[in-house]
C-alpha cells in the first residue's frame, strides 16, 4: 500500500503530501494545527490551508504521536530519499 514511501488508495481517498521530513494527508486532517503548536522546532505551519514545512526538522516525531487525525507521518530517513 505505499510503494516508493507514498501512501495512496485506488478511490484516491487516501493521499499523503510529502514535505521536507514529514508526510501529511490532507483529506484526514481537520487543520486543530496541533501538530505546529506542538513542535519543538516550529518547522511546522499552516498556509493556505495546508500544513508545510520549514527546514529544521528534528524527527522526534512529537506531531505524528499527537495528531487526533493520523494525518501526519514523520518519515524515516531512507523512505525520505524515495519520495
Known amino acids: ?3 516508493g514511501g ?3 488508495w ?3 481517498i487516501l493521499r499523503m503530501k510529502p514535505r521536507l521530513n514529514v ?3 490532507e ?3 481537520k487543520r486543530c494545527i496541533l501538530c505546529v503548536e ?3 522546532e516550529q518547522v511546522l505551519f499552516l498556509e493556505k490551508d495546508e ?3 520549514k527546514p529544521g526538522c528534528i524527527r522526534c516525531y512529537q506531531c505524528e504521536s499527537y495528531c487526533p487525525d ?3 507521518e514523520v518519515m524515516d530517513q531512507e523512505e525520505k530519499h524515495t519520495v
Open 6 to 8: 507514498k501512501w495512496f
Open 23 to 25: 508526510q501529511w494527508n
Open 27 to 29: 483529506i484526514y486532517c
Open 38 to 40: 506542538i513542535c519543538p
Open 10 to 12: 485506488a478511490s484516491g
Open 51 to 53: 500544513i508545510m514545512e
Open 1 to 3: 500500500m505505499r510503494p
Open 70 to 72: 493520523i494525518a501526519i
